[in-house]
C-alpha cells in the first residue's frame, strides 16, 4: 500500500512531529510511505524510511498526491502546525488522526487569528450548534476569545475537523465513543504510539532535595500556576526542586515574576527549550514528574508516554484520557478546589514512601511496553486506511446524493412544494445510500 502522510516533523516544536518519527520506522515496513510538510526544514534522517516532499510556498502537487491508495492526515490543535494540512484535507479525502477531541482552539486560530473571518467562524458555528451557537461565537469574537476554554468544552467543532474524512484513527476512548455515535466512516481506536531505546533505564540512588520535572508545551493548561503555588506553600518544600523545560507559552518572564513573588527561586528552575537527549537525560535523572492537564482537550498524552518510558512515577489530572489510567500507573490530582491540596498530599506521600511512587513509575513502563508499541499501532493504521479506501466509492455517492438532493430543495425553496421537496430529495438520498 501506499501512503501519502501529512505531519509536522522534527525539529517542529510539536509532540506530533516526534510521534511520526517514533512510528515511521514500522509504518515503512508495512508501506510505502511519503510524508509531506509545508516546512523548509526536517530531520533528514525521516528520510531512511520515507521520501519527503515539501509543499512550502509552492502548489501541492495533487498528480502526485492521487498515486497513493490514501492519505492520512495530522490533526491536532496547533493551527500553526496543523492549519495547512487541514486546508489539504478539504479538498483531499482521506484518514484523519485525531490528536485532539475538542478542537475549537484549532479553529479559533484559523478563523479568528489567521483568516480574520469573523463571518464564516459564526457560520460554521451556527450550522453545527444553532442560533445560541452563533450567539455564543459572536460573543467570543468579540471578546478576543478570552473564553476559549469554555467555548472548547461546549462546542468542540470537532465535526468540522472530520466531516470529510474517509476513516478516522483516534487515542482515547472517549473519543472512540462520541465518534461512533456518528457512524459515518471506518473508526479505529489504537492507544498513542511511543518508542523508546531498550537501555533506557532509572537511577538508582535519589537524594534529597528530590527531583521534580514538568515538561513540554507549557500553556495555562498545564497548571504551572497551581504547580508552583502548591510548592510555596508547602512546608517540606527544602526537599524538593521543580525542573521546568520546554516553552512557556506565556512567557518565561511572567514565571520568573511568580517564582519571586512566591518565594521558590531557590526551588524551581527553568530550562527552555532543550534538545531530545538533554530532555531524556533530565528525567532519566528525575524522582517525580507532573503531568497536569485542566482542561483537557480530549488529548492522550504523548509526554506520559515518556514519562512511563524512563519508568517515572507522575501526578495527572483526574480528567478525560488521563482519568482513565490505571490507579497503579499515577498519581491523580482532583481538578477542582482541591487542586493545589492534592499537589501536596502526593508530594507528602512520596517523601514517607518514595518506593510506592517508584513502583508506580515501573507499572507505568511495563503498560507503556504491552500496549503502545510502534508495530501495533502501524498495523492498526494501515487496516484502518485499507477499509477506508473500500470505503471511498460509498462515501462518494453520500456525497453526490446530498448535493443532489440539496440542489432539488434549493429549486423549491420558498414554494409551496418545499416540504415535499425536502422528503423527494430525502428519498433519493436514502436510495444513493443503500
Not at 507549557?218 to 508547602?234: K, M, P
Request: include cysteine; proline fraction near 4%; charge should be neutral.
Amino acid at each position: 500500500m501506499k501512503l501519502n502522510w501529512f505531519s509536522p516533523l522534527p525539529p517542529a516544536k510539536t509532540d506530533i512531529a516526534h510521534y511520526t518519527k517514533r512510528l515511521l520506522p514500522a509504518l515503512s515496513a508495512l508501506a510505502e510511505v511519503t510524508l509531506w510538510t509545508d516546512q523548509r526544514k526536517w530531520d533528514r534522517e525521516l528520510e531512511s524510511y520515507a521520501e519527503v516532499r515539501s509543499y512550502y510556498k509552492q502548489p501541492i502537487r495533487w498528480l502526485e498526491l492521487n498515486r497513493a491508495d490514501m492519505t492520512v492526515y495530522q490533526i491536532g490543535n496547533n493551527p500553526r502546525f496543523h492549519g495547512s494540512i487541514w486546508e489539504i484535507s478539504r479538498q483531499h479525502r482521506g484518514v484523519v488522526v485525531l490528536h485532539d477531541l475538542r478542537l475549537h482552539h484549532f479553529f479559533d486560530g484559523l478563523y479568528r487569528v489567521k483568516y480574520r473571518d469573523k463571518q464564516a467562524y459564526v457560520s460554521i458555528m451556527e450550522k453545527y450548534y444553532g442560533p445560541k451557537g452563533r450567539e455564543d461565537a459572536e460573543i467570543c469574537y468579540r471578546n478576543n476569545a478570552s473564553n476559549i476554554n469554555s467555548m472548547a468544552q461546549h462546542y468542540p467543532l470537532t465535526d468540522l475537523a472530520v466531516e470529510n474524512a474517509l476513516g478516522v484513527v483516534v487515542h482515547t476512548e472517549e473519543a472512540l465513543n462520541t465518534l461512533r455515535a456518528a457512524g459515518q466512516w471506518p473508526l479505529v481506536y489504537t492507544p498513542l504510539v511511543f518508542s523508546w531505546p531498550k537501555d533506557q533505564g532509572r537511577r538508582t540512588k535519589h537524594e534529597r532535595p528530590y527531583n521534580l520535572i514538568l515538561f513540554g508545551y507549557i500553556g495555562s493548561n498545564r497548571r504551572l500556576d497551581a504547580v508552583l503555588e502548591a510548592l510555596a506553600e508547602l512546608d517540606e518544600k527544602n526537599q524538593f526542586h521543580l525542573n521546568i523545560y520546554g516553552s512557556v507559552l506565556s512567557g518565561e518572564r511572567r514565571v520568573h515574576r511568580q517564582i519571586r513573588a512566591l518565594g521558590v527561586k531557590s526551588h524551581v528552575t527553568l530550562h527552555g527549550f532543550v534538545e531530545e537527549s538533554r530532555l531524556d537525560q533530565a528525567l532519566s535523572e528525575a524522582d517525580l514528574a507532573i503531568n497536569l492537564r485542566f482542561p483537557s482537550m480530549g488529548e492522550a498524552s504523548g509526554s506520559q508516554l515518556r514519562i512511563w518510558a524512563h519508568a517515572l512515577p507522575s501526578l495527572v489530572s483526574n480528567v478525560g484520557w488521563y482519568a482513565s489510567l490505571p490507579r497503579d500507573t499515577v498519581a491523580s490530582v482532583n481538578t477542582d478546589e482541591r487542586e493545589i491540596s492534592d499537589i501536596q498530599k502526593h508530594l507528602r506521600a512520596f517523601l514517607a514512601d518514595p518506593d510506592t511512587f517508584r513502583r508506580m513509575g515501573q507499572n507505568g513502563l511495563a503498560l507503556l511496553q504491552r500496549e503502545h508499541t510502534p508495530e501495533a499501532y502501524a498495523s492498526a493504521v494501515v487496516a484502518l486506511a485499507e477499509r477506508a479506501a473500500e470505503f471511498r466509492a460509498h462515501a462518494a455517492s453520500l456525497s453526490f446524493a446530498g448535493n443532489v438532493g440539496q440542489r432539488v430543495v434549493n429549486w423549491f425553496e420558498g414554494s409551496s412544494s418545499e416540504n415535499m421537496m425536502r422528503r423527494i430529495a430525502d428519498q433519493i438520498y436514502a436510495l444513493m445510500e443503500s
